[in-house]
């Protein structure tokens, strides 16, 4: 059975093709620049990369192009074989715990939440009502990336501002990524084979949250009302002092949200690094002696750090502990450098195991007090694996 993933973006749309019988992708593929000049498509399948410059005025015509090619290239015979459409919402509030079917309601949802992620949602809404107007008699899924956070107490959610803050306007902590966390948990209970556990998921990449979860379900995580909280990350701050944006307002003659801005994309390990975002470069310009990339590092590894023995507490003693995302999955010294710094708390990396790239495997050593594992992510796996439970039924 065929299930498509979809990540639409306000001018993108990214879409994994998978066969549910055995969750194969069976293509993937991305739509840049949509309404805009120059708007591209590329699709990978069979091992093979085409990619065509051709005028998307709209989703809709993405949606189209990108149905008529997978015709065009005989990777569906026919419309029909697409038995479901899940799409990856990245804001769904205190209102949806779990994936929903796309209904008038949640269209209309979608919309009134978007002030709470006014980068995100009104691009996922595109790619919905595109898919809607295409393939009208398809199932959609939308499957939340906050859904996995909503079982967090409100001791944990809740700000120590003044509650109407809360209750009028809804700020609390929400959390993101989660799609990604679910995903781990899932992993992590087909590795131990239960379900009664205590596990700490370190999704990090560009962007990065960690996670504690306990018996299935998310206790606390790091990001919050927007995914600016947390940790350091790429180009985000994660956690700072407020006070700092209305002095830098003054300082800088900038507007609140020209100084979020900064906050979320020339900060984190790009704004102390002054170098780069990506951590591959800041590890080689440590080695070359860059004592700026040296600091980015060690505060992005410290930060990381700090939320790991924050949820080791909070649950009170942690099962296993799993890395994942393009730093979590690839990044041989981070992880290094993150599990010695957890060495009080008996933690043994096996460095040999640890020399490895985007594959899951435990890299602590036999007699390390907590199992540590590099799982490789997949968020349009879950995505899928959710749409299909709606297809099935
Ligand atoms: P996003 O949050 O944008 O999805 P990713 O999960 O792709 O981000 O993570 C991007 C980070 O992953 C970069 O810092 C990069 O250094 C790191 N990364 C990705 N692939 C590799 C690799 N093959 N080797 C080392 N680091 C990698």
Redesign the pocket.
Request: net charge positive; aromatic share 0%; hydrophobic share 20%.
């Given at each position: 059975m065929k299930i498509i993933s979809i990540n639409a973006g306000s001018s993108s749309l990214k879409f994994t093709l998978f066969n549910m019988d055995d969750e194969s992708v069976i293509a993937s593929g991305l739509f840049e620049r949509i309404g805009m000049d120059g708007s591209i498509y590329s699709i990978k399948y069979n091992g093979e990369k085409i990619s065509e410059e051709i005028a998307m005025e709209s989703h809709t015509m993405a949606v189209q192009i990108l149905l008529d090619k997978l015709s065009a290239l005989s990777i569906i015979q026919s419309l029909d074989e697409i038995k479901g459409v899940g799409h990856r919402i990245v804001q769904g509030v205190d209102r949806y715990f779990e994936s929903v079917l796309v209904t008038d309601k949640v269209i209309q949802d979608i919309d009134e939440i978007k002030d709470f992620a006014p980068l995100h949602n009104p691009g996922a809404l595109k790619g919905i009502l595109a898919f809607r107007e295409v393939l009208p008699d398809v199932p959609m899924v939308c499957v939340f990336d906050t859904a996995f956070h909503q079982t967090m107490e409100p001791e944990t959610y809740l700000y120590p501002i003044p509650y109407h803050w809360y209750s009028d306007y809804g700020v609390r902590k929400y959390g993101f990524h989660g799609t990604s966390h679910k995903y781990i948990t899932s992993c992590v209970k087909d590795l131990l084979n239960r379900e009664d556990f205590k596990l700490i998921s370190c999704h990090i990449?560009?962007?990065g949250s960690i996670c504690a979860i306990k018996n299935m379900k998310c206790v606390d995580t790091s990001m919050g009302f927007t995914p600016l909280a947390g940790i350091m990350m790429?180009t985000r701050s994660g956690d700072v002092d407020p006070s700092i944006i209305p002095y830098l307002m003054e300082k800088e003659g900038k507007n609140a949200s020209e100084i979020l801005d900064d906050l979320n994309k020339a900060s984190g390990v790009l704004g102390l690094s002054e170098c780069s975002?990506?951590?591959?470069d800041i590890v080689k310009a440590c080695e070359e002696g860059n004592e700026k990339a040296l600091l980015a590092k060690n505060k992005y590894v410290r930060r990381i750090v700090d939320y790991i023995a924050q949820y080791y507490v909070l649950l009170g003693g942690v099962d296993i502990i799993v890395f994942t995302?393009?730093?979590g999955e690839?990044?041989v010294t981070v992880r290094r450098e993150i599990c010695e710094k957890l060495s009080c708390l008996g933690i043994k990396i096996d460095l040999d195991a640890n020399n490895v790239?985007?594959k899951e495997i435990m890299i602590s050593s036999p007699d390390s007090s907590i199992p540590v594992y590099v799982i490789p992510t997949d968020e349009e796996l879950m995505i899928a694996r959710d749409t299909l439970k709606f297809v099935n039924r």
């Open positions: 990449g560009n962007g790429g975002n990506d951590l591959r995302a393009g730093v690839n990044n790239r985007g």
